[in-house]
T-cell receptor
């Protein structure tokens, strides 16, 4: 499985956009890029996924570099409820998710 | 269906005791996963079922751990002769194999404290 690297922590002001980076330089051509987040005292939840093209859904946007060696999760307007640990994941099989330590996002009111 | 449920939510036990946790996946999901999470770390994969078959086990799953999924519905994770190092959050997740990107839905977890 391709290794991902993320900053340990980030801060954002409420109502401002947040860009969470992830490097995955060893990703293969068929690996999807997935993002999950884990709110305090809850299990992880799926946020978004993509392969090559940028993706949007109701929670966030995913911008994928042309060479696919990095990606950025974009929260367009951070709210206090977005404070969580965000995990960037790439995997080649369907049988498990390999989590790293993730990025702990703090949102400042 | 309100999602993946786990029972109990919290368990405190003394070292050496056996504990069993239950996971009820989303009803139409045929894949079920167990993960363990310690403080400040991401979840670590333990084992995976497709229907009732246990298809993969992590080397983290020592002989004291056993998981079952009879009839391919709910699953149980048993830890025998618990040790203080077993203290962690145990997470269950489920997914449907026909979803290509395999979005996994996680339960709230069972927090185990071994005294």
């Amino acid at each position: 499985d391709a290794k991902t690297t993320q900053p340990n922590s980030m801060e954002s002001n409420e109502e401002e956009p947040v860009h969470l980076p992830c490097n995955h330089s060893t990703i293969s051509g068929t690996d999807y890029i997935h993002w999950y987040r884990q709110l305090p005292s809850q299990g992880p939840e799926y946020v978004i996924h993509g392969l090559t093209s940028n993706v949007n859904n109701r929670m966030a946007s995913l911008a994928i570099a042309e060479d696919r060696k990095s990606s950025t999760l974009i929260l367009h307007r951070a709210t206090l409820r977005d404070a969580a640990v965000y995990y960037c994941i790439t995997k080649t099989s369907y049988d498990k998710v390999i989590f790293g330590p993730g990025t702990s996002l703090s949102v400042i009111p | 269906d309100t999602g993946v449920s786990q029972d109990p939510r919290h368990k405190i036990t003394k070292r050496g005791q056996n504990v069993t946790f239950r996971c009820d996946p989303i009803s139409e999901h045929n894949r079920l996963y167990w993960y363990r999470q310690t403080l400040g770390q991401g979840p670590e994969f333990l084992t995976y079922f497709q229907n009732e078959a246990q298809l993969e086990k992590s080397r983290l799953l020592s002989d004291r751990f056993s998981a079952e999924r009879p009839k391919g519905s709910f699953s149980t994770l048993e830890i025998q002769r618990t040790e203080q190092g077993d203290s962690a959050m145990y997470l269950c997740a489920s997914s449907h194999e026909t979803v290509a990107y395999n979005e996994q839905f996680f339960g709230p977890g069972t927090r185990l404290t071994v005294l």
